[in-house]
């Protein structure tokens, strides 16, 4: 089927378009963008150049995609990009940067919800079914993996890591890396129990999140070190996958883990 464009659109003649694609009134889209088959830009969007939208994704009015970084670092006129998976829902007022050095790039990935006015600054690595909240906000190089969920006027810190199904509740300020599974919470936020909700959604088996639910008590809720914590977990559940992705985290850990609070260890005992 043929692009529609409205009249009233401005789209610089070195964009793709894929087939099927609506670009409703007062979007501009730059040079060297490229958009997927069946991608809605409904109306007011601004897609930067450099920037690649994926297939099925829409587009809300007075988003900004793939403009330049909001660092101090970026050199003018430097060339960095931006690339958005498919069938990814981005609404209201939502900015996504482009990375900050040349050659750079801030990805986000499918089937992912980016609610009204979250952004995603330079150098972020958003994976696939992750749900940024209302006015969630991850600042510069954060990751964010598959399936994790941050709530509502959240704020993630440069260079942390949110792991696999994790999720961050509403108003959390997080400053350190949220292992994979967990539920933060806090100002600054915590790891406070294990995302036994968010694990099913991801597809893991009853017997996997009993293996989580384990290893949250080995790592922070019998006192041992960090290191004595991750021998016994290579030694009581092997090569187990989910249980593997939490070690690698720790261990990849650039900030430091969001341990639990002591105050909350009754709490976590009983889960």
Not at 21 to 41: K, M, N, Q, S, W
Not at 106 to 112: A, E, F, Q
Not at 211 to 236: G, N, P, Q, S
Request: proline letters at 3%; a negative charge.
């Amino acid at each position: 089927m043929a692009v529609e464009i409205d009249k009233l659109a401005v789209v610089h003649k070195g964009a793709q378009l894929g087939e099927n694609c609506h670009i409703g009134p007062y979007c501009t889209i730059a040079d060297d963008v490229e958009i997927g088959d069946g991608t809605v830009l409904r109306a007011h969007a601004y897609v930067d150049a450099h920037t690649h939208i994926g297939a099925g994704c829409d587009v809300f009015p007075y988003v900004t995609l793939g403009v330049p970084a909001q660092d101090l670092k970026h050199v003018e006129g430097e060339v960095s990009h931006t690339t958005i998976g498919d069938r990814t829902i981005v609404r209201e007022f939502v900015s996504i940067h482009a990375g900050t050095q040349e050659g750079s790039q801030t990805t986000v990935g499918s089937d992912c919800a980016l609610l009204a006015h979250s952004h995603v600054a330079h150098n972020c690595k958003v994976g696939n079914h992750v749900v940024l909240s209302h006015s969630a906000t991850l600042g510069g190089h954060v990751v964010v993996d598959d399936y994790a969920n941050l709530g509502g006027l959240s704020a993630v810190h440069q260079f942390c890591h949110v792991g696999r199904a994790a999720m961050v509740a509403g108003m959390s300020r997080v400053i350190q890396d949220v292992l994979p599974f967990t539920i933060a919470e806090g100002f600054p936020a915590h790891m406070r129990i294990v995302n036994k909700v968010g694990m099913e959604r991801a597809g893991y088996s009853s017997e996997a999140i009993a293996d989580v639910r384990k290893t949250f008590r080995i790592l922070f809720l019998r006192e041992l070190r960090l290191e004595a914590a991750v021998t016994e977990l290579h030694a009581t559940f092997g090569d187990a996958p989910h249980v593997q992705l939490m070690v690698d985290a720790i261990n990849g850990s650039q900030r430091g883990l969001a341990r639990p609070e002591s105050a909350m260890i009754e709490l976590n005992v009983g889960e």
